[in-house]
């Protein structure tokens, strides 16, 4: 076999790999079922005084909100199981703030795989407290987490839309705990 075949091969590989994560990241950003009622909800924005929004005022589904470092709020929107196995989560981070902010270094979390791809959410977890287990963000065949990653520095009051994909929980536990590091945690139910 010759070297120019076998690096031809391993670049229809990588290619194969991009592909179908960038299909994964895509299917998982899609729309849901919005007119499912929230199960729970823990509102920051209530509850600590942040400052409305127009986005709130919308008919959105909120599952919970979570308050950050510097005046970073995250709002989970979704949590839905799909059919190949995993779920993922989506939402905003807004900067509640009064100076423009980063999302902390620390949400990547401390594994060095994912360190070595920059800024991400891939220190995010689900706890299943019935099953005693914890969730970490799933990752390519490259170590990337499968998560937003990237993200701008936020002007105050702007938000930054956020995604994490994880294994799926068995399907008798919809209602696990979110966690991502500098970021309080919540319960969330996993709808499908």
């Keep these: 076999m010759s070297i120019r075949f076998t690096t031809k091969a391993r670049r229809g590989a990588v290619a194969l790999t991009v592909a ?13 079922d919005d007119d499912k009622k929230p199960q729970s909800s823990a509102s920051a924005s209530k509850e600590r005084g942040s400052n409305p929004s127009a986005q709130e005022g919308q ?6 909100e979570l308050k950050g470092e510097d005046g970073l709020l995250l709002t989970i929107e979704s949590a ?13 981070i807004k900067n509640d703030g009064s100076e423009a902010t980063r999302v902390p270094i620390e949400t990547r979390g401390d594994e060095t795989e994912i ?3 920059g800024e ?19 990752r390519d065949t490259d170590g990337r987490p499968l998560t937003t990653t990237d993200m701008p520095k936020i002007k105050p ?9 994880f294994p799926a929980p068995p399907t008798d536990a919809s209602e696990v705990t979110f966690q991502l590091p500098t970021f309080a945690s919540g319960t969330i139910q996993i709808s499908g």
Aim: net charge positive.
């Design 20 to 32: 179908v994560g960038l299909a994964l990241g895509v299917a998982g950003c899609g729309g849901g």
């Design 59 to 64: 008919a959105e589904e909120v599952l919970a």
């Design 80 to 92: 839905a199981r799909d059919a190949g196995g995993f779920v993922t989560i989506s939402g905003t």
């Design 115 to 117: 360190i070595r791809h």
């Design 120 to 138: 991400s959410l891939g220190g995010a977890t689900l706890v299943d407290s019935a099953s005693k287990k914890r969730y970490y963000v799933l």
């Design 157 to 165: 009051g702007a938000s930054v839309p956020v995604f994490m994909q």
